[in-house]
């Protein structure tokens, strides 16, 4: 038989070892997040890390540390429940995922809701998994109460500033193809 080889048992505990530490990684930081525990949720970044959401590039963990504390200030409360993610190993110290999840928000005593997505690359470091990059991306993020219009039209991002977005996927995905 020929080709690559088939990892060995020593192999795969690892691989599913580090997939366990990525996904309580996630969970260490949504509940950061929502208990806006600043130094827990820093602590899931290196110290190169960058933060997207919505062509803002926060570099660094002071940029990071700057991005949270405003996102504090402006949330009364939030509940993130992260989904089941795609992990893809690149390496012993290097992978590469994508995270759903839907959140809960409350904005100036208004509910929100929202489902996201977060394109992510880990790095291990000092024996831990960290974010090296999160891109976060929205599906809809919409009063409570207007949820049931939220998916008529590609607007269906719609914060409390009163300007509609465009959904930043699945309709901007190259491979979309609606009703083939």
């Known amino acids: 038989m020929t080709g690559t080889p088939s990892p060995s048992a020593k192999d795969r505990l690892?691989?599913?070892?580090?997939?366990?530490?990525?996904?309580?990684l996630l969970a260490r930081y949504s509940m950061a997040r929502d208990d806006c525990d600043l130094t827990a949720l820093l602590a899931?970044?290196?110290?190169?890390?960058?933060f997207e959401r919505h062509g803002a590039i926060s570099r660094g963990q002071a940029a990071i540390e700057s991005f949270f504390r405003a996102s504090f200030a402006r949330y009364d409360l939030?509940?993130?429940?992260?989904?089941?993610p795609a992990v893809e190993l690149l390496g012993t110290r290097t992978a590469a995922g994508?995270?759903?999840?839907?959140?809960?928000?409350?904005l100036d005593a208004v509910p929100y809701l929202a489902?996201?997505?977060?394109?992510?690359?880990?790095?291990?470091?000092?024996?831990?998994?960290?974010?090296?990059?999160?891109?976060?991306?929205?599906?809809?993020?919409?009063?409570?109460?207007?949820?049931h219009r939220?998916?008529?039209d590609q607007?269906?991002?719609?914060?409390?500033?009163?300007?509609?977005?465009?959904?930043?996927?699945?309709e901007r995905e190259p491979h979309w193809q609606r009703g083939v």
Do not use: C, M
Not at 14 to 24: M, S, T
Not at 78 to 84: A, G, I, N
Not at 120 to 144: E, I, P, T
């Open 78 to 84: 939030t509940l993130h429940t992260v989904h089941l």
């Open 98 to 106: 994508l995270v759903n999840g839907h959140a809960e928000l409350v």
């Open 155 to 170: 607007l269906r991002i719609q914060w409390p500033d009163g300007e509609r977005l465009l959904a930043d996927y699945p």
């Open 44 to 50: 899931t970044f290196t110290a190169d890390a960058e």
């Open 115 to 147: 489902a996201y997505r977060y394109t992510d690359s880990y790095r291990k470091a000092d024996g831990r998994w960290l974010f090296a990059r999160r891109h976060l991306r929205f599906l809809y993020a919409v009063r409570a109460d207007s949820y």
């Open 14 to 24: 690892l691989g599913l070892a580090d997939r366990l530490d990525i996904y309580e």
């Open 150 to 152: 939220a998916f008529r």
